[in-house]
């Protein structure tokens, strides 16, 4: 998959906690068009929505080792 921009993966973080029922801010249209292009999310009468694969791509984040240098 291809790498998220910061903005990007905030956006798609936010829409995750806003499906578990949380309050987040506002997603800034180009980035959720972004992850729309993606698969990651899509448009709905809420605003966008973060898709089954959006929120696989966080688990695998999630669980990825990090990077040490």
């Known amino acids: 998959m291809t790498d998220l921009s910061d903005a990007q ?3 798609l973080q936010n829409l995750g906690r806003k499906k578990a ?3 987040v801010p506002f997603v800034k249209i180009a980035d959720a068009r972004a992850l729309t ?5 899509v448009r709905s009468q809420e605003g966008w929505d973060i898709t089954p694969a959006g929120s696989a791509f966080l688990v695998r984040r999630s669980n990825a080792p990090s990077v040490q240098e």
């Open 37 to 41: 292009e993606l698969g990651l999310a």
């Open 21 to 23: 029922g949380e309050e």
């Open 9 to 11: 993966l905030h956006a």
